[in-house]
Nanobody, 121 residues
Framework: QLQLVESGGGLVQPGGSLRLSCAAS????????IGWFRQAPGKAREGVSC????????TYRSSVEGRFTISRDIANNTVYLSMNRLSAEDTGIYYC??????????????WGRGTQVTVSS
């Protein structure tokens, strides 16, 4: 069974950068379509970015396009979300998720527990 563990969150100043990691275990990551989601306090969870199982297709929500990059390291079974030019609106808990069948699913089958990202001066 696939397990996902996020790391790399923290407190960063506006304009700063972070790279989140999502380490997978129990199954090869390239069997899965991967998504990054986030949830800000008092707001609904939203999709941020996704990558297909072949790694040749990516999608970003418009508010992060050009600032965030999803990538993966198959050898280490890890997916990354590199985030640049962060703003307060990027604050939230970031989750990675995986689904064997659907690309950019809004309800992937497997979820990590999340990592907190706080953008504040």
């Amino acid at each position: 069974q696939l397990q996902l563990v996020e790391s790399g969150g923290g407190l960063v100043q506006p304009g700063g950068s972070l790279r989140l990691s999502c380490a997978a275990s129990g199954s090869p990551l390239d069997y899965y379509n991967i998504g990054w989601f986030r949830q800000a306090p008092g707001k609904a969870r939203e999709g941020v970015s996704c990558m297909n199982s072949r790694g040749d297709r990516t999608t970003y929500r418009s508010s992060v396009e050009g600032r965030f990059t999803i990538s993966r390291d198959i050898a280490n079974n890890t997916v990354y979300l590199s985030m640049n030019r962060l703003s307060a609106e990027d604050t939230g808990i970031y989750y990675c998720a995986a689904d064997r069948n659907s690309y950019c699913s809004i309800l992937p089958a497997s979820w990590g527990r999340g990592t907190q990202v706080t953008v504040s001066s």
